[in-house]
């Protein structure tokens, strides 16, 4: 079993919608959480952290930790074509990031 | 600009060569990262150096091979020995104390 398990998709939703993306996770020790957004063909690049619980809210993102169930989303709001990518969730222990654990990521589609 | 530059963009290799990925950074980090990415599978590390003339394998390292003779520089070598090395590698760097991995744009690897 993987440490980090993510929701594979592909997910496609019309513009403007809702968006979801879910991580689970197996190692409670894990104490930075990350989304990192992956356009098709190019390296991640960091959208969200978190330490610990609790929410934060950047723009029309929302990333939500919860230690207690080994859960994190990232919610988009308002959803743009722009959107399109590959979300990937992170983990770590500390602050190394490039030792993070990385989940599978989701496609999403955003169509107009 | 400061960045990450990976080159080539594209690589070719036949079976049975060595090929080396170029990976240069002017971000002043410190630590350097490869990842192996396979289709619709997360970042799985191959080797990471903290400090110049000083690295260590990661998860994936059998086949690999990596130098760091500058805190610019990581290149990375796949060999014959790779049974499998048709992929997407990503080269990032980090700076101590923070939780963003900075990615370059990758270089895609095929087996002719």
Redesign the interface.
């Given at each position: 079993q993987k440490e980090?398990e993510?929701d594979?998709g592909p997910l496609s939703v019309p513009e403007g919608a809702i968006v979801s993306l879910n991580c689970t996770y197996s190692n409670s020790a894990f104490q930075?959480f990350?989304w990192y957004r992956q356009y098709s063909?190019?390296?991640?690049?960091?959208l969200m952290?978190t330490?610990s619980s609790g929410n934060k809210e950047d723009g029309r993102f929302t990333a939500q930790v919860d230690k207690s169930s080994k859960y994190i989303s990232l919610f988009i709001r308002d959803s743009q074509p722009s959107d399109s990518a590959t979300y990937?969730c992170a983990m770590?222990f500390n602050?190394?990031?490039?030792?993070?654990t990385?989940?599978?990521?989701t496609t999403l589609t955003v169509k107009p | 600009d400061g960045g990450?530059t990976?080159s080539p963009k594209y690589l070719f290799r036949k079976e049975g060569q060595n090929v080396t990925l170029s990976c240069e950074q002017n971000l002043n980090h410190d630590?350097?990262?490869w990842y192996r990415q396979d289709p619709?599978?997360?970042?799985r590390?191959i080797y990471?150096s903290q400090i110049v003339n000083d690295f260590q394998k990661g998860d994936i390292a059998e086949g690999y091979s990596v130098s760091r003779e500058k805190k610019e520089s990581f290149p990375l070598t796949v060999t014959s020995a790779q049974k499998n090395p048709t992929a997407f590698y990503?080269c990032?760097?980090?700076t101590?104390?923070?939780?963003?991995?900075f990615?370059?744009?990758?270089t895609?690897l095929t087996v002719v």
């Open positions: 980090v993510q594979p930075y990350m063909r190019k390296g991640p690049e960091l952290y330490y990937l770590s602050t190394n990031a490039g030792k993070s990385f989940g599978d990521g | 990450i990976q630590a350097m990262y619709g599978q997360g970042l590390l990471y990503l990032a760097s980090t101590q104390g923070t939780t963003e991995a990615f370059g744009q990758g895609r």
